[in-house]
């Protein structure tokens, strides 16, 4: 409770440093589910609204959706701030990212297209690099992420605005919430790869503020151990803690939480869940493993009516389940049309970027899973104001060294 109040994040001997170096090239194009979408939608500068270029810096893997994804929460806003004549508020061209540096690709976008603002899907660590560019071109740039890392201090500046799903400050909440809720003494299990962003120090510390005690964490595909998820798995269930909290993503948590059930304990053992493992593309592996899970989000379908009607509206255009990075586009492209720090009505109600930090904060809803594809939510939780402070920090040397933004994984 006393770091709480000095504004830092305690990481007490939850991981060694690793060492490893920064993210792998990503070798394969993608945007062919987006392109058609990308051709409807993009409008000539002389037929906007408003006159601005907008430059779109995607990551490109053939073997994830989460570009056209965001992409398309993107159109569906944009299409939505149509005039009556069809015409649109701004007009925009996508770079892709990857086997060439985001660095150059922004670069090829300030001087090759004159564009007035960049939106780059790109974790923090991978736009900070970019600080310089921007500052010299004097444009603005939205950096859009799920906030799995903390917000670069670097990067809070008037070129910079953070449209975010405020991914951390959820775990953190989370972690509080759990304390208060659920018990005292918790058990961590993560894989390597997502114990590199600071959803399990930002867990790790709410819960200790509210004097919750970590008695174990296990990293699976850790070079140091070589230990397996469902090894994992048969280790959390079995730890004494009152409950494990799981921090995976992708198919390695259908992996854990398979494991986790099929054990003795883990047929009775609560499972509090990282909000990678409540999304719709996670739940849908997950199945039946999925139920009774708790996990936190700043964005639930029947949050709230706007939350709602979103949700009907995309599932109406593209015929699936809004994602974590559908609401992303599609407030990000809400957070365009507004000037400076004013608030704006996003997928998740009323928005605005934080005066003190420049990123974008929502209400955390704690949710509940009652089915495979239906979470309950159980709390609404405003952001604690120590977490909102511009002086808050998260101690870095302890991370994994895994470093690559969600969208490259």
């Known amino acids: 409770m006393e770091n709480e109040k000095k504004g830092f994040l305690s990481r007490r001997g939850i991981l060694k440093a690793f060492g490893l170096a920064g993210a792998a090239v990503v070798t394969s194009p993608i945007l062919h589910a987006g392109e058609s979408a990308l051709r409807a939608a993009t409008g000539t500068p002389g037929s906007t609204t408003t006159g601005l270029k907008i430059g779109l810096l995607l990551p490109d893997s053939s073997s994830r959706e989460f570009s056209s994804s965001f992409l398309n929460g993107f159109n569906l806003s944009l299409n939505e701030s ?11 061209i996508v770079e892709e990212f990857g ?4 660095s150059t690709k922004l670069q090829k976008l300030v001087m090759g297209s004159h564009i007035n603002i960049v939106v780059g899907l790109l974790n923090s660590k991978v736009a900070a690099p970019l600080a310089n560019v921007v500052k010299e071109a004097n444009i603005r740039f939205i950096e859009a992420n799920l906030g799995e890392n903390f917000f670069n201090k670097d990067l809070v500046n008037d070129n910079f605005v953070h449209s975010s799903m405020n991914l951390w400050q959820s775990h953190y909440v989370l972690g509080q919430y759990a304390a208060k809720n659920i018990g005292k003494t918790a058990v961590c299990a993560t894989s390597f790869f997502d114990s590199g962003y600071d959803a399990l120090y930002a867990f790790t510390s709410g819960f200790e503020s ?4 970590i008695t174990n964490t296990y990293i699976s595909g850790s070079p140091n151990t070589n230990l397996s998820p469902v090894e994992a798995a048969a280790l959390a269930a079995s730890d004494e803690a009152s409950f494990v909290f799981a921090n995976y993503s992708d198919h390695e948590a259908t992996i854990f939480m398979s494991a986790f059930k099929n054990t003795t304990h883990g047929q009775s053992k609560q499972v509090v869940a990282s909000g990678m493992m409540i999304q719709p593309r996670v739940l849908r592996e997950l199945g039946v493993n999925a139920i009774g899970m708790i996990g936190a989000s700043t ?4 949050g709230s009516q706007h939350s709602a009607e979103f949700a009907a509206r995309y599932r109406a255009a593209y015929g699936s389940e809004a994602d974590d990075f559908a609401v992303l586009g599609y407030d990000t492209a809400k957070m365009i049309e507004v000037k400076n720090n004013a608030s704006f009505i996003s997928a998740r109600g009323e928005q605005r970027a934080s005066a003190a930090t420049h990123v974008s904060e929502a209400p955390i809803y704690i949710i509940k899973m009652a089915r495979p594809d239906d979470g309950h939510i159980v709390a609404t939780i405003n952001m604690p104001n120590a977490i909102t402070n511009a002086d808050f920090r998260l ?3 302890e991370q994994s060294g895994f470093v690559h933004s969600y969208p490259m994984n």
Request: glycine share 12%.
């Open 395 to 397: 101690v870095e040397n």
């Open 210 to 213: 509210e004097g919750g005690k």
């Open 82 to 92: 149509k005039r009556a004549d069809g015409s649109l508020p701004f007009s925009y």
């Open 99 to 102: 086997t060439v540096p985001a």
């Open 299 to 302: 964005y639930a379908a029947d």
